[in-house]
């Protein structure tokens, strides 16, 4: 496939504008918890290194749930220091990243490589019968 210039120059503003303004989005799916913080464990966290953003009554931030070997891990799902980036889990790499700053945490929310300083807020996940109860 042969691009002009003129479309590679158009495509890459157009990609760095929506990484600095904050548009960079994680594709993993939404899901609202109920007033007890719970959700019916959902079949997108069927596998280990899936994920969803789970929005909770009265808080601000979508939290990303994670599920791992050994069970799910939580965490503030929006990067405070890239213009309010949603995070991503790359399970290959073992990190949370942020797309659009590059910073990188661990599970725990530990800040792993930044220009982040400050850990991200770390949610613990229950799992109680066939529901996940987010407790933070």
Do not use: W
């Not at 719970?38 to 290194?49: H, K, R, Y």
């Not at 503030?76 to 790359?90: A, D, K, P, V, W």
């Not at 929310?109 to 066939?130: Q, T, W």
């Amino acid at each position: 496939m042969d691009i002009s210039r003129r479309q590679f120059f158009f495509t890459s503003a157009a990609c760095a504008c929506a990484i600095a303004t904050g548009c960079v989005t994680n594709p993993a799916p939404t899901i609202d918890a109920g007033v007890d913080h719970t959700i019916p464990l959902p079949a997108a966290l069927s596998e280990p290194g899936s994920q969803v953003k789970v929005r909770l009554p009265n808080v601000k931030e979508p939290v990303l749930v994670v599920r791992t070997k050994i069970g799910f891990n939580g965490t503030t799902g929006i990067c405070s220091t890239s213009n309010r980036t949603e995070l991503q889990y790359m399970p290959e790499e073992g990190v949370i990243k942020c797309l659009g700053c590059g910073s990188q945490f661990k599970l725990d929310g530990s800040v792993v490589r930044g220009p982040a300083k400050e850990p991200l807020k770390s949610y613990a996940i229950d799992l109680v019968g066939e529901k996940l109860k987010i407790l933070g």
